[in-house]
């Protein structure tokens, strides 16, 4: 996977992705980070790349030439290598909200482009030109699109192979069924009186997994009572359901998982 990012703050960008897993993931060659700064694009004397609002209103509004110029350059960069237009993401509050499937999906791409805007946004007609996908990660309001950029990178490329150490766990945490995670303990034992669940250190592996899905219905259902409600559960789990809960049917349910 090849990201580049548009932005006034590279800087922002490569320091918060160039630490613990996505970092070690670009020094192994798995991910390439580009960050491109828009103010270098930029045609004007002064280095402006922000105007006053046709129209008038409060706020700066950023320009649509070194945004398309900033663009062109990375399309360039892409060409020698890649397979026709890339995906732009444009990060604003007024896009689809990010998700896992969304993550999922967007993982499967060669290249991604993401344009972080600022002040009171970009001037929409570079937009229509160039942005293929508005993206929100979530219903609050941030001053630009860095933090959101450095979020659905982190997540998009723990679903690249190679990227976690182990294979396993992308599949296994919470959301790939549905589910939240069910909890974890490690040394020691006893910790201030609290002792790690019994069944833990039975060595009983269909017992611990059993345990461990329970668990996660649980939790979810306690913490999350709108993806426990949307989840796919089987025989053995409803026998929990009932007995735990008291909750006779759901909505989805398979004979065996
Ligand atoms: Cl993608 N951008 C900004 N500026 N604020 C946000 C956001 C994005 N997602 C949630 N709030």
């Known amino acids: 996977m090849n990201y580049y990012v548009m932005t006034l703050f590279p800087e922002m960008i490569e320091q918060g992705l160039h630490t613990s897993v996505i970092g070690r993931a670009i020094g192994k060659g798995i991910l390439s980070l580009h960050c491109e700064n828009i103010r270098d694009y930029t045609k004007e004397k002064h280095g402006h790349v922000d105007d006053y609002p046709y129209g008038g209103g409060a706020g700066m509004v950023m320009q649509a030439q070194p945004v398309y110029d900033c663009y062109q350059n990375i399309c360039e960069k892409i060409g020698e290598t890649g397979t026709g237009k890339p995906r732009v993401i444009y990060l604003t509050p007024q896009g689809k909200t990010f998700d896992q499937t969304m993550s999922r999906e967007l993982a499967q791409e060669e290249n991604l ?21 508005y993206v929100s990660i979530g219903d609050y309001v941030l001053t630009g699109g860095e933090l959101p950029a450095m979020v659905m990178i982190d997540s998009i490329s723990r679903n690249i192979p190679g990227v976690l150490n182990n294979d396993i766990s992308a599949e296994t945490e919470s959301f790939s069924d549905g589910l939240l995670e069910y909890p974890q303990y490690t040394r020691p034992e006893e910790f201030m009186g609290q002792r790690v669940p019994d069944v833990l250190l039975s060595g009983h592996h269909a017992n611990i997994e059993r345990w461990r899905r329970n668990q996660s219905i649980l939790r979810t259902y306690e913490r999350r009572p709108d993806l426990f409600e949307e989840a796919v559960y089987d025989k053995k789990d409803m026998k929990f359901i009932r007995e735990e809960l008291g909750i006779q049917r759901v909505k989805h349910y398979i004979e065996k998982k």
């Open 113 to 133: 482009v993401f344009l972080c805007g600022h002040y009171e946004g970009i001037d929409e007609r570079v937009l229509e030109m160039i942005v293929t996908d």
